[in-house]
């Protein structure tokens, strides 16, 4: 099972992460608007691999990240954020 979670935030400081040493959070990424698009097709050709550290495909794991990838520039563009 995957979980992904995108904010949309002006940065004010700090550093982002997690409060609780023991959750299962494998990384944060802060990604510029303008790269969702290609991050989201990178994350499309993933190889089709099992894994049993993710208790699954590797292919299935990129095309579902990539989808909030695809559905927050979709949203920003909608926004009028990026023009």
Do not use: C
């Not at 802060?30 to 894994?51: N, Q």
């Amino acid at each position: 099972m995957f979980y992904t979670f995108a904010f949309l935030l002006d940065e004010v400081g700090g550093t982002l992460g997690t409060l609780d040493q023991s959750e299962r959070v494998e990384a944060f990424f802060e990604v510029e608007p303008g790269s969702l698009p290609g991050l989201a097709a990178k994350l499309e050709r993933v190889g089709g691999v099992y894994s049993s550290e993710i208790e699954g495909n590797w292919g299935d794991w990129g095309r579902f990240r990539a989808v909030i990838h695809r559905v927050v520039w979709e949203a920003l563009g909608q926004a009028d954020y990026l023009r």
